[in-house]
């Protein structure tokens, strides 16, 4: 058949399933292909739908004056079914009180899906964006070099365009440098961690239990066969920074392992004050509150839970919080104006965990790092008295990224989202509001690091990695029905291969759209940066690059922006 007739006979295809039904405009937002695909399907009954949405919305910010309040927890490294399911705590020897009453007054969410690992899941929330897209799908640590772009545009500058007080205490992860920085990223004031729970064991302590190597030299006898000082060690790098809009930031408390025990309670007080100052003022208010949960030196005496493990016993702090917020939503007489979600940011370190750690991998295979169902399906509640009707269970696929457009919605805010890059998230205000089976979603791209690793669509899932040889003819083991296994152990080919070419023009689609907007690296730079406290040795950091370049055939961008190879394999830890 000539190629003008194949040509003809696929753009009369995109017609009928809804891609060329309207020109994406310039004013609105574009989302991924696939969504295109269910608009044109569903569009009519969502519009209608959405003007019953706007009225109860517009009903609620009569009766308060403001629009909804909107507060987000993210916690670290647990499975689907380790909170929010007391009789499957009972079986692994601790509970979670408070949040398991979220769940039960308000939406327990079954299939919330994230990004494998933290930096990813809280760049992806932040800019209702896969990672992928501006290159935030690896895990940092320090010295980084790199962070979250300044042109990405967060939840947090949507909402505060449209006259939100917001606010973000506890674990970032987001980048060293100082575009990166929570302050700089549309908070009004924030206290956050740059890296993550690592950092807990970087102080003398850790490495005198072998915990770390060679961090701290001075604890070794000298080395007379050391040239390079500080060499490997990251000398200068700072563990939390607070700051306020428009301003320099401060490194807060210092790197010991007692600062780093500090950092939740004080996240803890200052969301409270947040919230109270706010409610005060009348002035509407997004917070963020996302605690460090683990801290790998902790020494639990007595046991806070039967189990004795270390997960166990770091949910009773966090749920403690939940339970004090809840209660001081309803004091300040706010609760039916705000929204308060809770989720883990991906699945449990399964592979070569702590010993005693307890990551219970649960139903799901895998965790951490992996594009299964064990990596990316998370425990998440959702609770807005009076607005979410009590003691429901979700099914509705909802991907992290979707909160970034739904808290825009509800806040009136859609208007600040960019219209000039692909928005992943899709709004859910539907799910909250109506209950189950008013999802808009009914499909998840999973990426592995910067690698696309696996493709969901309703019960099915197809991996594009790791799928086993391949058949001369090109067809593999890589399909998987989630009712049937949703352990992913039996792949499936005869049974499922009627699915493969629907499989691959979802793909083919997901491809063209990064191609129309092409994906961009992450933000480069000098790490710890406008700190008004730095110290000589923060200070020195730049002086080392400038000392390095100095001496090497390179300019420091060439040297800084230099794309590692294997930065974006499976299981990369940064640089």
Same mark, same amino acid.
């Given at each position: 058949m000539p190629r003008k007739s194949l040509s003809a006979l696929f753009s009369t295809a995109l017609l009928v399933v809804g891609i060329g039904v309207s020109p994406l405009h310039a004013e609105e937002i574009v989302h991924d292909a696939e969504f295109y695909i269910l608009k044109a399907q569903n569009g009519g009954n969502w519009a209608e739908?959405?003007? $019953?949405?706007?009225?109860?919305?517009?009903?609620?910010?009569?009766?308060? #004056?403001?629009?909804?309040?909107?507060?987000?927890?993210?916690?670290?490294?647990?499975?689907? #079914?380790? *909170?929010?399911?007391?009789?499957?705590?009972?079986?692994? =020897?601790?509970?979670?009180?408070? !949040?398991? $009453?979220?769940?039960?007054?308000?939406?327990?969410?079954?299939?919330?899906?994230?990004?494998p690992s933290c930096t990813p899941t809280r760049a992806a929330f932040l800019t209702g964006r896969h990672p992928v897209r501006h290159g935030m799908g690896v895990v940092g640590m320090p010295h980084e070099f790199s962070g979250l772009r300044a042109e990405e545009v967060t939840i947090a500058e949507?909402?505060?365009?449209? #006259?939100?007080?917001? #606010?973000?205490?506890?674990?970032?992860?987001?980048?060293?440098?100082?575009?990166?920085? !929570?302050?700089?990223?549309?908070?009004?004031? *924030? !206290?956050?961690?740059?890296?993550?729970?690592?950092?807990?064991?970087?102080?003398?302590? =850790?490495?005198?239990?072998?915990?770390?190597? =060679?961090?701290?030299?001075?604890?070794?006898?000298?080395?007379?066969?050391?040239?390079?000082?500080?060499?490997?060690?990251?000398? =200068?790098?700072?563990?939390?920074?607070?700051?306020? $809009?428009?301003?320099?930031?401060?490194?807060?408390?210092g790197t010991s392992n007692e600062c780093y025990g500090k950092l939740d309670s004080e996240a803890e007080k200052r969301t409270l004050a947040f919230i109270r100052k706010n409610a005060e003022a009348k002035k509407p208010f997004f917070v963020s509150y996302w605690p460090n949960f683990l801290n790998f030196m902790e020494v639990q005496m007595p046991k806070k839970s039967v189990a004795g493990l270390m997960v166990a016993d770091s949910f009773p702090k966090l749920d403690n919080f939940v339970g004090s917020l809840m209660d001081e939503l309803k004091q300040l007489g706010i609760a039916e104006n705000t929204l308060v979600i809770a989720m883990a940011d991906n699945g449990p370190m399964v592979h070569s965990p702590p010993a005693g750690w307890g990551m219970l991998p649960m139903l799901y295979r895998g965790g951490k790092g992996d594009f299964t169902e064990g990596g990316v399906r998370v425990p998440a509640f959702a609770w807005w008295p009076g607005m979410i009707e009590e003691g429901q269970v979700v099914a509705d696929i909802v991907h992290v990224t979707d909160l970034y457009t739904t808290f825009a919605r509800l806040g009136g805010a859609t208007g600040n989202i960019p219209t000039d890059r692909v928005v992943d998230g899709l709004d859910q205000t539907a799910v909250l509001l109506d209950g189950d089976t008013n999802g808009r979603r009914d499909y998840v791209f999973i990426y592995a690091g910067h690698q696309l690793g696996a493709t969901v669509k309703g019960r099915y899932k197809r991996h594009w990695i790791g799928a086993g040889d391949v058949a001369a003819s090109g067809m593999p083991e890589a399909y998987y029905d989630l009712y049937m296994d949703p352990r992913e152990e039996n792949p499936q080919l005869v049974p499922l291969i009627h699915t493969q070419g629907q499989f691959n023009h979802m793909r083919a689609r997901h491809e063209l759209f990064k191609k129309k907007y092409p994906d961009v690296e992450n933000a480069k730079g000098i790490p710890y940066t406008g700190l008004s406290n730095a110290r000589p040795e923060t200070k020195a950091i730049a002086e080392r690059v400038k000392a390095t370049v100095d001496a090497m055939p390179f300019d420091v961008e060439e040297y800084l922006e230099f794309d590692l190879p294997g930065s974006d394999a499976v299981g990369d830890w940064g640089r």
């Open positions: 739908q959405d003007k $019953k949405l706007d009225a109860k919305l517009a009903a609620l910010e009569e009766k308060f #004056g403001t629009p909804p309040n909107i507060v987000y927890i993210l916690w670290d490294d647990t499975a689907f #079914g380790a *909170a929010g399911f007391p009789a499957l705590q009972k079986n692994f =020897g601790y509970e979670t009180p408070n !949040l398991n $009453k979220m769940a039960e007054e308000g939406i327990n969410f079954t299939r919330m899906y994230t990004e949507v909402l505060s365009d449209a #006259g939100y007080a917001t #606010g973000f205490f506890g674990k970032g992860h987001l980048g060293d440098i100082e575009e990166s920085y !929570l302050h700089n990223q549309g908070f009004d004031e *924030a !206290l956050f961690t740059p890296m993550n729970q690592i950092t807990s064991l970087y102080n003398p302590q =850790g490495n005198a239990v072998n915990a770390v190597l =060679g961090m701290f030299p001075e604890i070794y006898p000298p080395d007379p066969y050391q040239l390079d000082s500080p060499g490997l060690v990251p000398e =200068g790098w700072v563990m939390n920074i607070e700051g306020k $809009k428009g301003e320099q930031g401060r490194e807060w408390c």
